[in-house]
Structure formats: structure tokens, C-alpha cells
């Protein structure tokens, strides 16, 4: 399997820059990042098109920042942040690099931020391997937004766990372009994605649930991402069909209890997407 468009910037509305740090905070929240990257344009907004000053600029924003990372050894960029809207094109925030030559007007300035350009412009991540074109296009149709869209399209287990449970509460595989063909369907999709977007608001700081987490990881004694798994015998449980999903929410479950309820979020989710295709039918 692999993806044979941009995931990057696909279009659609649909936007991501996990890559360049984008969620890499204790509070990832959309409130919180949409906050973030618009301070990140008014920090280079008026700063010269030319190395020097735009490395300056990169680097205050960047030192506050180290100090939020949720994962303190994988690099935040300070460049990152929504993209001027072009004359004609439809409204909606795009995530995107700011020191991109089609955003800058001619001059590259990545070199400026946390990676050099070269790898800026070849990186592609795990997903381009991983995920099916129908897949991910089914992603970008679900999630188009600079926010949702990132946090799914970068965890193929979570997709591809997502898809499996609907084909069990199907009753058969369901192709991608026939929910992408459903609005009602696609609806109820975005809805079940949108549950890590829920479980990022659970564990921001201040509102706890089991905050430091992203996904299905925490952060080692070095600040790299440690994969976290359900601890079944402290829990009492056995495995469910879910619990795939359930792990990739962030916000792990530390009781009996908390589990059984992220088991029936996940559950009436996939099945809201079930009845809607069948009354599409
Ligand atoms: S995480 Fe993947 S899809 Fe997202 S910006 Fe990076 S390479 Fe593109
Ligand atoms: S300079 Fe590179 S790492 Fe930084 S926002 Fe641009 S593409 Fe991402």
C-alpha cells in the first residue's frame, strides 16, 4: 500500500503539519494551537524576507516554546503556522510552512527553522507507505480542516482500526469511495475521528484525564515518544475489539471504568456510521 498524492497539502481544506511539531504540546487542543500558530504569523508578520532577521525572529519564538513540548526531544518549528489565504481561493485556515517559497514571494528561508529545506521539502511520513490512496482520501473528505485532518491522517492504526470495526458492525469490508460517496455517512466518520480531538481537549492541562499523552504515546525519561499500552491485568478487563482505537485516542484509561467508557464512545460511533450507510442504501 502506499499514497500515491501529497498528503501534506492534498486540498479539500485539509492541511497538516504534524511533522514540523505542530502538536508536540502538553496542551494540544485546537484552542490552544490555533493560538500558537497565529502568534507564530505575527512574530514573522514585518520581518525581512532574508536569513538573518527571519532566523531572529524563529529563534525567540522557539526558546519559549522548548519549554512546552510534550515530547522535549523532537523539535518544535517556530515557521509553522496558517497560511495567507490566496486571492480566489475558497475560506478556511491552511497549516503551512511560512518560510516556504510560495509563501515568502520567491526566497526559501527553511533553513531558518529546526530542519534544513532539503529535508523539509523530501520528508514524507510513515503514512505516505502505510495508508491506501482510498484511505487517506477518505480522511482528507472526512477531516477537512487544518486541525482534525493532521491528527488522523498521521495514525494509520487509528484509520485502519476505525474501518475495521465498521466492517464488523457491517457485516462486510466497506470501501472507502462508497462512505466518501455519503455525506450522512461521512458525517458520523468525521464524528468517530473527531474522537481524538475530544480525548486532546480531556487531557489538556486543567482539564485532566490522563494528560501527557499523544495518541498512543507518552513521553521516556529522555522526552522521546514511548509507545503506552491498556495494563489489562491491573485493570481487571480483557481485550476488546475496540481497545485498537481506544489507544490511539490519547487520554489512556486507568480504570475499569474509564476504559468501558471509551469502549462505548468508540462502539456508538462506529455504529452511527453503520445505520447512516444502511439508510443511504
Ligand atoms: S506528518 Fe506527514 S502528512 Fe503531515 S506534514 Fe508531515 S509528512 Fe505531511
Ligand atoms: S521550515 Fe520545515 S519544519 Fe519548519 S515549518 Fe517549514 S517545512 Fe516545517
Known amino acids: 500500500m502506499s499514497v500515491s498524492f501529497h498528503l501534506c497539502q492534498p486540498g479539500g481544506g485539509a492541511s497538516c503539519g504534524a511533522c514540523c511539531g505542530l ?3 502538553r496542551d494540544h487542543s485546537r484552542a490552544a494551537l490555533r493560538e500558537r500558530l497565529q502568534r507564530h504569523g505575527e512574530a514573522l508578520a514585518g520581518v525581512a524576507r532574508e536569513p538573518a532577521a527571519f532566523r531572529a525572529a524563529a529563534r525567540a519564538v522557539q526558546e519559549q ?3 512546552e513540548a510534550l515530547f522535549p526531544a523532537v523539535r518544535i518549528c ?3 503556522g496558517f497560511l ?3 486571492a480566489g481561493a475558497p475560506q478556511g485556515e491552511r497549516v503551512g510552512c511560512l ?6 514571494g520567491g526566497v526559501d528561508l ?5 530542519y534544513r529545506a532539503e529535508v523539509c521539502e523530501t520528508f514524507t511520513c510513515p503514512s505516505f507507505g502505510w495508508l491506501a490512496d482510498a484511505q487517506a482520501r477518505l480522511v482528507q473528505a472526512a477531516c477537512a480542516d487544518w486541525y482534525l485532518y493532521g491528527l488522523v491522517i498521521t495514525d494509520v492504526e487509528f484509520v485502519q482500526g476505525c474501518l475495521r470495526l465498521l466492517a464488523w458492525e457491517c457485516g462486510q469490508e466497506v470501501a472507502p469511495a462508497r462512505l466518501a460517496a455519503h455525506p450522512a455517512a461521512l458525517a458520523q466518520l468525521r464524528a468517530l ?3 481524538k480531538e475530544e480525548a486532546a481537549e480531556r487531557s489538556a492541562p486543567g482539564a485532566q484525564e490522563d494528560g501527557g499523552v499523544f495518541g498512543r504515546f507518552r513521553p521516556d525519561a529522555a522526552g ?3 509507545l503506552q499500552a491498556l495494563d489489562y491485568a491491573a485493570l481487571g478487563l480483557h481485550a476488546a475489539p475496540e481497545d485498537d482505537v481506544v489507544v490511539c485516542l490519547g487520554a489512556l484509561p486507568r480504570s475499569p471504568e474509564a476504559l468501558q467508557a471509551a469502549r462505548g464512545r468508540v462502539r456508538t460511533r462506529v455504529r452511527a456510521v453503520a445505520e447512516a450507510l444502511l439508510r443511504a442504501a
Not at 518560510?99 to 515568502?104: K, N
Not at 527553511?110 to 529546526?114: F, H, K, P, S
Open 110 to 114: 527553511r533553513d531558518c527553522g529546526v
Open 99 to 104: 518560510a516556504h517559497p510560495r509563501v515568502t
Open 193 to 195: 475521528f473527531a474522537l
Open 224 to 226: 522521546e515518544p514511548q
Open 65 to 67: 516554546e522548548k519549554r
Open 23 to 25: 502538536y508536540n504540546f
Open 84 to 86: 495567507p489565504q490566496a
Open 78 to 80: 517556530p515557521l509553522l
